[in-house]
């Protein structure tokens, strides 16, 4: 069986959001940008897949392809992916913005070449918390989808997943092929050992464009104004349980 991981470049997560000072949206200048924490948790799935682990069966993928639409840079995401235990990428390579439906239509595109029977991506990339592209791909596919997993089991042709929903879990079964998203218990995945990223550096990237699969990466969308959090108000110590019900009254909270 074959997987396919989308895996996006995005800011590092333990690094604090810059606005640039217009407004015009987040400054990336000098920054640690990593794999998106969720796209991480996908290849480790797909990975477990090939090697058993998980609660998957030994061989239960045979190969996992890790594909990033990105800048040059985005050869390091998926490098990352192939030392985790990936076995090739494909960089389709885009300078700038690119928007979650024109992320969705070239990922479509390269579905159609390389025929996966299961794709695992983010549940949402960080940077811009779209959570669209594995929705959009699965309507573009007219293929199953199973959003939010917390657990995936594999039979002959089919996924069980447990999904992630409001106040409590879902169990929902997909034919394959079959588009899954990934929620953050699903599980952890390992650090990457020493061997292994060098064994990456060895796995091969093929190299294309959006063009090459007659995708228009234009934007259609207007960003008008991206601004930082408020600044939290400083909170108050109250002296007893009587003043603190008096507080809560005053604020409307009781
Ligand atoms: P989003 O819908 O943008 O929040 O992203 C959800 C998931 O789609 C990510 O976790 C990735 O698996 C995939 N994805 C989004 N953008 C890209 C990209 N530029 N390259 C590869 N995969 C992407």
Redesign the pocket.
């Given at each position: 069986m074959k997987v396919l991981?989308?895996?996006?470049r995005v800011l590092d997560y333990n690094l604090k959001v810059r606005v640039k000072p217009d407004g015009s949206g987040v400054d990336l200048s000098n920054l640690k940008m990593s794999i998106?924490p969720?796209?991480e948790i996908?290849v480790e799935e797909a990975v477990r897949m090939k090697e058993g682990g998980g609660g998957h069966a030994k061989d239960a993928a045979t190969e996992v392809i890790a594909?990033?639409?990105?800048p040059e840079q985005?050869q390091e995401t998926i490098r990352n992916a192939l030392a985790i235990g990936a076995d090739r990428g494909i960089l389709v390579k885009a300078d700038g913005e690119?928007e979650?439906l024109a992320?969705a239509k070239i990922?479509k595109a390269v579905i159609e070449a390389e025929k996966p029977d299961l794709v695992i991506?983010?549940?949402?990339?960080i940077d811009?918390?779209?959570?669209?592209?594995?929705q959009m791909l699965a309507a573009l596919l007219d293929w199953p989808q199973a959003t939010f997993a917390s657990k995936i089991v594999l039979h002959a042709g089919k996924a069980t997943v447990t999904r992630e929903v409001d106040g409590g879990l879902q169990t929902l079964d997909v034919e394959l092929p079959a588009i899954v998203?990934t929620d953050l218990r699903l599980n952890e995945p390992r650090y990457a050992s020493l061997p292994n990223i060098m064994k990456a550096k060895k796995k091969p990237i093929d190299v294309k464009t959006p063009a090459d699969f007659g995708v228009d990466t234009a934007p259609r969308i207007k960003v008008l104004k991206t601004a930082e959090p408020g600044k939290r108000s400083g909170g108050i110590k109250v002296k007893s349980a009587a003043e603190l019900v008096g507080k809560l009254k005053e604020a409307g909270v009781l």
């Open positions: 991981v989308p895996v996006k998106n969720f796209c996908a594909v990033s639409i990105g985005a690119v979650p992320v990922l991506l983010g549940k949402q990339a811009d918390d779209s959570n669209q592209v594995g998203t």
